[in-house]
């Protein structure tokens, strides 16, 4: 393998036809991370689903006073991309030494 080193950043670059080698890993690693996000969207949506229905009519009125496109899962709202980065953030960090 071949690299260089400039200002602290240290680059190798693979040698060819590696993709195949590596590919399953990738693989392994995505569909842990899928499940755990899958895991965490059901959990919040259920969670709203959970509350009892003075605090449903709360979050309603307070989604009325709030900006359009501020709100999601946790307001009983389709998820939206501030959902996802949290969600995918959370599942990341729960990925185990192991798997990666």
Not at 4 to 24: D, L, M, R, Y
Not at 28 to 52: F, Q, V, W
Request: proline share 4%; aromatic share 10%.
């Amino acid at each position: 393998m071949q690299g260089f080193e400039q200002v602290g950043i240290k680059v190798i670059f693979f040698p060819a036809n590696i993709t195949s080698w590596k590919q399953p890993m990738d693989m392994g690693i995505i569909a842990s991370l899928k499940k755990r996000y899958k895991y965490h969207l059901i959990r919040e949506i259920l969670s709203y689903h959970d509350n009892p229905e003075a605090m449903k009519i709360c979050l309603e009125n307070a989604y009325k006073r709030m900006k359009r496109g501020v709100v999601g899962v946790a307001f009983g709202k389709p998820t939206h991309l501030l959902d996802v980065a949290n969600l995918i953030h959370i599942s990341w960090n729960e990925i185990k030494q192991e798997t990666l």
